[in-house]
């Protein structure tokens, strides 16, 4: 007769990197680690070994385990700004050229219809200084547009009793969010900021099906699907 195998999921921290991982339970003598190429990374071990003892094994190849997923998303970009005047950026799929400005007053202002994100900074051309700046005003445009997100997309998933979840943004290279199930936490990536609305909503509904399936199965895709059905144009979103 064959052993089903068990399914949870776990996360753990190495300085600045969080790795989250799936643990598949089944009748094996050595534990094993795959990282699949969307960005899943799966840990095969007996159901007695210890979950500090795979925590501890998932640690010491950490390091193995980033490469594999900095290679899968080679699509995330990572090219480092000068925020120089008429640089671009995305913000939700729309393009805006960047402006600095003398204000004794440091702020950021958003010109919609002049397509440009003005930097008003005491020094124009500290280069450092701006990037301060910009890069404050967006943590705080990623935590207003990921809460607002997270909000409007938990009633979807009604009657499956998911909770309210932590939300945590980080400046992730390798994924575009993950989810602790155990911990109630989902985690999206700063980067995500730059992706179009659609696709957005799309992660932040992939991630909070993993509270219903810990895994990547036909069940979780099909859960998706019931509540995007457009869910792979958005996901090609991403790719853009």
Excluded at 86 to 112: M, N, P, Q, T, W
Excluded at 156 to 165: D, E, N, T
């Amino acid at each position: 007769m064959a052993v089903k195998s068990k399914t949870d999921s776990r996360v753990v921290r190495i300085h600045k990197n969080e790795i989250a991982y799936f643990v598949i339970r089944k009748p094996v003598k050595n534990i094993n680690i795959r990282v699949h190429p969307d960005n899943t990374v799966h840990v095969s071990a007996g159901p007695r070994v210890p979950d500090r003892v795979l925590d501890d094994f998932v640690i010491q190849k950490a390091g193995w385990i980033l490469r594999c997923l900095e290679k899968f998303e080679a699509r995330i970009p990572a090219a480092e700004k000068t925020y120089a005047d008429g640089e671009i950026v995305r913000i939700l799929g729309r393009e805006y050229a960047l402006k600095s400005s003398f204000s004794k007053k440091e702020e950021v202002r958003v010109d919609s219809e002049g397509g440009r994100i003005i930097l008003l900074t005491r020094n124009p051309i500290d280069a450092a200084g701006k990037k301060r700046l910009y890069e404050k005003w967006l943590t705080q445009q990623c935590d207003k547009v990921f809460r607002l997100i997270l909000a409007q997309s938990l009633p979807l998933f009604k009657g499956y009793r998911i909770p309210a979840p932590e939300l945590k943004i980080r400046k992730m290279r390798s994924r575009w969010g993950s989810c602790a199930a155990a911990k109630k936490t989902v985690t999206l990536s700063k980067m995500l900021i730059a992706a179009p609305r659609p696709a957005v909503e799309y992660v932040v509904v992939h991630e909070l099906a993993h509270f219903v399936h810990q895994n990547h199965s036909k069940e979780f895709y099909g859960l998706v699907r019931s509540i995007l059905p457009d869910y792979k144009e958005r996901k090609k979103m991403l790719k853009q």
